[in-house]
């Protein structure tokens, strides 16, 4: 089945740094990625969606230049934490879906951590 | 309101019980409705989705789909200790550009007792 290669798994950095985040479509073409954030006890929420070759679409409240998607190729999107804060620090989930596909296809997540 | 709205929990059932989620749902254009499950601190994992009025048989899950109603549920039959966790209910909605995304409930704990 289709599979989706997240990684780091998990990531703890200092205050003001950037940490990147990659999700790679091992089996198929993700046309689509969806960037998911995840708070303790809470549920999925989408930050942003990207196409392939497109600028992400962002979520009402999801700052964009703090937040930078990259989808460059129908493998790989990644999403990069910039000038991170402690209050960053959460679960990020990606989502791919592929052409003509009706399912959604998860990363395994990363934990982010910021000190 | 939520766009999507799940009891969250927990509900406990004893071992070999069935299990029944629920999950209501605000926006009237939804095209297609998943269910996951997710254990503490792992991605979601797929248990099935649907599409059409009705039920849905996976195995020892079933989704059921009412749209008049705006609700959608969850039976698993013969539950197991390893059924525990939060099962996580999404709908998606049509966009402009052609794709759809998901919008996820908050979810239910599900508890299984041995």
């Known amino acids: 089945g289709a599979v989706v290669s997240q990684h780091p798994s998990w990531v703890i950095c200092k205050s003001g740094t950037s940490v990147k985040i990659e999700c790679r479509s091992l089996?198929?073409?993700?046309?689509?990625m969806f960037w998911y954030r995840q708070f303790p006890k809470q549920s999925l929420m989408l930050m942003a969606t990207s196409n392939e070759g497109s600028k992400a679409t962002y979520e009402q409240g999801v700052e964009k230049d703090k937040f930078l998607i990259n989808h460059a190729s129908l493998t790989l999107s990644t999403l990069t934490v910039t000038s991170a804060h402690p209050e960053d620090s959460s679960f990020y989930i990606c989502?791919?879906?592929?052409?003509?596909?009706?399912?959604?296809?998860f990363g395994s997540g990363t934990r982010l951590t910021v000190v | 309101q939520k766009e999507v709205e799940q009891n969250s929990g927990p509900l406990s059932v004893p071992e070999g019980a069935i299990a029944s989620l629920n999950c209501t749902y605000s926006d009237r254009g939804s095209q297609s409705f998943f269910w996951y499950r997710q254990y503490s601190g792992k991605s979601p994992e797929l248990i099935m989705f649907?599409?059409?009025?009705g039920d849905k048989e996976d195995g020892r899950f079933t989704a059921q789909l009412n749209k008049a109603s705006q609700y959608v549920s969850l039976l698993i039959r013969d539950s197991q200790p390893s059924d525990s966790a939060t099962y996580l209910c999404?709908?998606?909605?049509?966009?402009?550009?052609?794709?759809?995304?998901?919008?996820f409930g908050t979810g239910t704990r599900l508890l299984v007792s041995p």
């Open positions: 989502s791919a879906r592929g052409t003509g596909g009706k399912g959604y296809t």
């Open positions: 999404a709908v998606s909605r049509g966009m402009n550009t052609g794709f759809q995304k998901l919008v």
């Open positions: 089996d198929f073409q993700a046309t689509t």
């Open positions: 649907i599409y059409s009025n």
